[in-house]
């Protein structure tokens, strides 16, 4: 899991930091779509999260090791741009991969995926 930053609040309080969920699948990394309801299809294997650092360097050297899944296939979208991720194809979320081409460039995500979260 990569990590950002979330704001300190009004009261100038210190930012705290939040995990993006990320997974690596034959050589593409792909981020948690939050709330889009797929279909997982076939089952395309192991993937690895990234450990997350919310601790900006602070854990005393302590690294989380990496965890793996499953990845099946969503309908409605190529392996290359989107994979569902889960124990099971019933909980698997949909993870995509990033880009910054699409009339919505600023979400990050292929076009594709886009017009998929917009249909659903």
Do not use: H, Q
């Not at 089952?43 to 854990?59: E, H, I, N, Q």
Request: aromatic share 4%.
């Amino acid at each position: 899991m990569g990590c950002t930053a979330t704001g300190g609040g009004a009261g100038g309080g210190r930012a705290e930091s939040s995990c993006v969920r990320l997974v690596e699948y034959e050589s593409r990394t792909y981020a948690d779509v939050a709330n889009t309801p797929i279909t997982a299809g076939e089952r395309l294997g192991s993937v690895t999260f990234t450990p997350c650092d919310d601790m900006g360097g602070r854990s005393g050297g302590r690294v989380e090791p990496p965890i793996k899944a499953m990845a099946y296939r969503v309908e409605g979208l190529d392996v290359d741009v989107a994979i569902a991720v889960g124990d099971d194809a019933d909980d698997a979320e949909l993870f995509a991969v990033k880009s910054g081409s699409g009339p919505n460039s600023g979400s990050g995500l292929p076009p594709e995926v886009e017009k998929f979260i917009d249909a659903s």
